[in-house]
């Protein structure tokens, strides 16, 4: 009598669920832009990048299929974490002030996996899909009649705007038993352009009293691209 086929001791099909955690370095570019105004008329240059990295931290949910030792599947993500930046500039006639504090406060993405198993432990995959990003800008108007120190307030605004892209990247799995796989990723995200609005409260410069409403296209033509390193963990449901 023949005996019984063993299982495969190493099988990457099924539903798995995790976590991760990482960092994420980019840049979110704008064209200030102030109602009634010829832009390149009140700053030396409108066009102005904002660095930003920062901690993250999210969870992840995918299936995957594997036919010998090419592993395919998908993946949506969640992240949240502490990714900000900040950029001060200067009208041309040095009297005003902007300062715009931006901050990524959600990201996430549904993509694609394809791989190749190098070992029945150890696989190398390609990904990429659709992005998202919930974003959030502060925006703050100092006021100094033309002498230093920036020492009045003049108006402060806020929104939450939200991006839509792609994402693609690389990275390796291990499975450490199982049900258990560790992995680590890099992705490129590119959130494509969006426009802010910020609407908020003017101040009067001698007394500090409020004297309006702000809101005018202060920044817009905004494009957001990052890339993310990330370390994360997989329980695999199944044999």
């Known amino acids: ?17 995790g976590g991760h955690v990482g960092w994420a370095t980019g840049e979110w570019d704008g064209s200030l832009r102030t109602a009634g105004a010829n832009p390149n008329d009140v ?10 990295d920062g901690w993250l931290g999210g969870l992840q949910i995918g299936f995957n299929r594997q036919h010998g030792s090419i592993v395919w599947g998908l993946e949506a993500d969640a992240s949240w974490g502490d990714l900000e930046g900040s950029q001060s500039v200067l009208t041309k006639s040095g009297s005003v002030e902007w300062v715009d504090d931006f901050s990524i406060d959600a990201f996430g993405t549904i993509r694609g996996r394809l791989g190749f198993l190098i070992t029945p432990r150890l696989l190398i995959y390609g990904t990429g899909g659709l992005a998202w990003a919930q974003t959030s800008l502060d925006h703050t108007v100092w006021h100094h009649e033309g002498k230093a120190p920036f020492d009045a307030i003049t108006g402060r605004a806020s929104t939450d705007e939200t991006h839509i892209g792609w994402v693609a990247g690389a990275g390796g799995e291990w499975m450490l038993a199982s049900n258990w796989t560790v992995r680590a990723e890099w992705m490129r995200v590119d959130l494509g352009e969006a426009e802010y609005h910020p609407t908020g409260t003017k ?37």
């Open 203 to 239: 101040y009067n410069f001698t007394t500090g009293a409020e004297s309006g409403s702000l809101r005018s296209d202060i920044i817009d033509e905004v494009d957001l691209t990052f890339d993310v390193f990330r370390v994360g963990v997989n329980y695999k449901f199944g044999n």
């Open 1 to 17: 009598k023949d005996a019984p086929i063993a299982a495969a001791p190493y099988n990457w099909t099924g539903l798995y669920f």
């Open 43 to 52: 700053w030396d240059n409108p066009n102005q990048s904002y660095d930003f």
